[in-house]
């Protein structure tokens, strides 16, 4: 078929409400896309955005389906699992951000840094963003595509490397820039400033760029005060002040950036609204992002940049484990093969309780059970949930979402061995790619 009857195809699709027009649009090439945005109203376009939504939804319930079969095979645990056709999914989604913005997004490397995956990732992406070198130089090295780097404060014996690595490095000072930024310029690295937006809606501190004495970010006194100083060696500005947000909060940070630092902005390259949009959730307001990147690009002339890392692999990875024995003391106990702290480490920092898939809170099923890790640590518990049937030893529970700060963060306190890494590659083979020992252990201590 030839390029043109496949573009008036998904058209034809997308005005019918077809839910194959999904397919037919994210199969056409960039200029296909391209044509079939140019060739829908507003009314188009928005039943684009439900049809990709409604598609990605179908698409992630078979998975779970999926998940459960690996799981109830010879698959040894503990074990991530990693689906690279849901990572597809949710890049299909920030390409789409991408076709109707003209934004660029990178990936954030501190929420998801599994190599393996990272054909399907940069098929759809600009690159990557790092937080120092280490990060950086993986980005280089496995991505193979831009790298932007941002550091709370960079180090001497490193910031070369991470100028040799790095095609935009953010400094979080005027400090730092007055340090680093010649070097970065005669490195040929766009050089960026991190402020503070002086809004956020973070509901736990601990995870709030803006909570008070943060930091993270140049207040804008201090900018506006030094900024004109600098003009001549910036090329943008980058702020982070969101965690697990939609689009609506956003907008209300915007707002306050703007305040600050709107008569700054014309002139620059580009503004990036860092990370933490959970732009892949199923509930995520789509068209409100894309609304509030076209009008500030409008506004002020400059390249918006996004920064996603959870949603790069929202619910694209379980952790299957295996309940090793079970133990009573007021209530049941079960002991599985992988633990909250050493493997799973937000459910205790966040805290937070990982959904199990066939599972329910306390109480609303027949039988339930506090999940506990092996680990010597008296709060190295899961959660406590409920089952439609018992728990027997030798069972196994699929953890769910736990391909984002799981598999980053993940230690071996105790001397516990850390999960594999598998993927399940399209068409549907489980390939591990990493299994870990006694080496891996033994090489962190000394």
């Known amino acids: 078929m030839a390029a043109n009857e496949k573009t008036e195809k998904a058209v034809r699709a997308v005005l019918s409400k077809d839910p194959c027009a999904a397919g037919l649009y994210h199969d056409l090439s960039d200029g296909g896309r391209r044509k079939v945005l140019a060739m829908l109203d507003d009314r188009g376009l928005k039943s684009l955005t439900r049809l990709i939504g409604n598609a990605k939804k179908k698409n992630f319930t078979a998975a779970g389906e999926r998940f459960i079969e690996i799981a109830s095979g010879r698959i040894q645990t503990p074990v991530y699992l990693v689906d690279e056709t849901l990572i597809e999914e949710n890049m299909r989604v920030l390409r789409y951000v991408k076709d109707r913005t003209g934004c660029r997004v990178f990936h954030a490397l501190k929420a998801y840094a599994s190599f393996a995956t990272f054909k399907t990732m940069s098929a759809h992406l600009d690159g990557v963003c790092a937080s120092g070198l280490n990060e950086a130089r993986l980005g280089y090295e496995e991505f193979g595509k831009e790298v932007h780097t941002f550091g709370a404060a960079h180090r001497e014996e490193e910031i070369g490397q991470i100028l040799k690595y790095s095609d935009s490095i953010i400094f979080n000072s005027f400090h730092q820039l007055e340090k680093y930024g010649e070097r970065a310029r005669k490195a040929g690295v766009d050089i960026g400033l991190r402020v503070n937006p002086g809004h956020a809606e ?54 306050s950036f703007e305040k600050l630092y709107g008569s700054f902005i014309r002139g620059l390259k580009w503004v990036n609204f860092g990370g933490g949009h959970h732009i892949t959730r199923d509930d995520y307001d789509l068209e409100r992002l894309i609304r509030t990147i076209n009008t500030f690009r409008k506004k002020y002339g400059v390249q918006v940049h996004l920064e996603p890392g959870e ?74 949930y409920s089952f439609d049937k018992p728990l027997a030893r030798g069972d196994r529970l699929v953890f769910a979402d736990m391909a984002l700060y799981s598999i980053v963060k993940n230690t ?32 962190r201590q000394s």
Not at 203 to 221: F, H, K, T
């Open 202 to 255: 973070v509901a736990e501190q601990m995870y709030n760029p803006c909570a008070p004495c943060s930091r993270l970010g140049i207040v804008s006194d201090e900018f506006t005060d030094r900024f004109p100083e600098y003009r001549g060696m910036v090329d943008g500005l980058h702020f982070h002040a969101m965690c697990e947000q939609g689009s609506d909060v956003l907008e209300r940070i915007l707002k």
């Open 412 to 443: 071996t306190f105790n001397g516990i061995g850390l999960p594999d890494i598998a993927v399940v590659r399209q068409g549907g083979k489980v390939a591990v790619v990493r299994r870990f020992g006694y080496r891996d252990y033994r090489n």
């Open 311 to 384: 949603a790069s692999v929202y619910h694209a990875g379980v952790l299957i484990s295996t309940v090793l024995d079970v133990v009573k003391n007021e209530m049941d106990i079960a002991i599985m093969d992988t633990s909250a702290e050493a493997h799973m480490p937000d459910v205790l920092l966040m805290p937070y309780r990982p959904a199990v898939m066939g599972s329910a809170i306390p109480g609303e099923k027949p039988y339930t059970y506090r999940l506990a890790g092996p680990s010597c640590l008296a709060g190295d518990i899961i959660g406590d």
